[in-house]
């Protein structure tokens, strides 16, 4: 039966209740997870990714902000020391995909840096017809051996494991080759995040998190649905059953995909997700050292205060 979406929250409201979810969801396994990291947590602390034996830096640098285009306008120079700034900072975890504008520069960005260090995640979209030459690729482009963690990208299909059964296929043979660590995928619409849940193939998700239900998975078959706090608890009720099944999860649009453009509500965000146990680590957008910045020192005192 799927779950029925209540009514739009009020402001008000939804300032309440943020404050009650982000310190009782979850409590029991992310009380847990931090027996395993004794002392001071930090958004460098290398986190397991649910039972998948990798781990990560629990925050994230995202290479994909407007498709990439926002980082694709620092230029290719900047855009590697910004990957480098993040890497001196404790931040090993690097998002990409095939569909971004910066995919033909993660190899020279990430040249010089301990490759045994890093966790380095892409996706594929769409179904291509050569999909084990499409996922070699990555490997070139890369300059690398194996990607960590590759994903097919933003489902929003009801039943979507049958309708890419042979891209899944792909996915597996590649794993098997070595090609690839771990496999996964980024939902973007409810009725595809329960498929994910309902489905062993998937050992990462990608999902999208924040207490203001900015761009959140909604029972509409579409990735760009409106933003309503009203959408955050079927979007937990999903979350809660991938960490029942030791899913890696991984949060994404924590800055609303740009929309939080008030501290108040980036700090909400950050505070929500470092509290709730609904994800290992999360992923954000950055376009400067100051952004990178900002989110540690965030994500830090958001840790000290769980």
Known sequence: MNPVTPAPLTRREFLGQTAALAGTALLAPLTARAADAPGKRTHADQVPLGNTGLRCSRLGIGTGSHSGNVQKALGKDAFVRLIHYA?????????????YATFEWIGDAIKGLPREKL???SKIGGQPEKILEVIDRHRQVFDTDYVDSLLVHCMVKDRWTDDWKRILDGFDEAQQRRWIRVKGVSCHSLPALR?????PWPQIHLVRLNPQ?????????????RSDASHLPPVVEQ???LRAQHRGILGMKLVGDGDFTRPEDREAAMQYAMKSGLVDAVVIGFKSPAEIDESIERMNRALAGA
């Open 239 to 241: 979350l809660r059953r």
């Open 119 to 121: 966790f380095l995640q």
């Open 195 to 199: 498929t994910a849940a309902d489905s």
């Open 213 to 225: 239900g900015a761009h959140l998975d909604t029972p509409a078959e579409t990735w760009n649905a």
């Open 87 to 99: 890497y001196d900072h404790g931040i090993t975890y690097i998002d990409c995909a095939q569909s």
